[in-house]
């Protein structure tokens, strides 16, 4: 079965700074890989998702960006943070039409100040 | 265009009642149709899916959903509700020829069981 990690599992930076938070995959191979953030514990956005290494769509204009340089890496970026940026970042994987479910990692909790 | 409600934010019930948590769905085709279980500061844990087969679906913990295709809902059930039940339930929905298996999920529903 597949794990996702993340990291950091907490984070909290000031307004204006760089961010970079990290997911990866064990136990699976060409993952559809998906970023959300929560806000407030309730809905999730997507903001992200990738069907290959390299292969990047976003669903909403913001602040951030997001790369695939490895088949089972996902890394959430931004140059600059704003304080709507701060919340609860989920990574998820879906593994293929057969199993057709996305399993989450454990999330990575920021505050921007 | 997919889309998920969940009528309920909160819904409260006493240890060892039955609990129901509400979940309807809007799709293009044949749904695919998810719940997930999320406690405090934690990622969602999958609980059940129906892709296609029986309408009853059952799924971790006790859990399970019954798929209505004439009401476009996908209830959770549980007959017997436990105190440690208590946390955040999402519904999720997604058409079978999404791309990229995109789901869309609902906005959430607190459950809270009490002793």
């Known amino acids: 079965s597949q794990t996702i990690h993340q990291w950091p599992a907490t984070l909290v930076q000031p307004v204006g700074s760089p961010l970079s938070l990290e997911c990866t995959v064990e136990g699976t191979s060409n993952p559809n890989l998906y970023w959300y953030r929560q806000a407030a514990g309730r809905g999730l956005q997507l903001l992200f998702y990738s069907v290959g290494i390299g292969q990047i769509s976003s669903e909403v204009p913001q602040n951030l960006s997001a790369s695939r340089p490895q088949d089972r890496q996902f890394i959430l970026s931004s140059k600059k943070l704003l304080l709507s940026d701060s919340g609860f970042y989920l990574c998820?994987?879906?593994?293929?039409?057969?199993?057709?479910?996305?399993?989450f990692g454990p999330g990575t909790r920021l505050t921007v100040l | 265009a997919q889309s998920v409600a969940q009528p309920e934010d909160q819904v409260n019930v006493a240890e060892g009642n039955p609990l129901t948590v509400k979940c309807t769905y809007s799709v293009s085709g044949n749904p695919y149709l998810f719940w997930y279980v999320q406690y405090p500061n934690r990622g969602l844990q999958f609980l059940l899916k129906y892709i296609t087969g029986d309408n009853l679906v059952k799924g971790s913990y006790g859990f399970e959903a019954e798929f209505n295709k004439s009401q476009t809902s996908f209830h959770l059930k549980k007959p017997s509700a436990l105190v440690s039940d208590s946390a955040l339930y999402f519904c999720a929905v997604r058409a079978f020829n999404t791309n990229a298996g995109k789901s869309t999920f609902g906005d959430g529903t607190t459950l809270t069981v009490k002793p």
């Open positions: 998820a994987a879906r593994t293929g039409p057969s199993t057709d479910t996305q399993y």
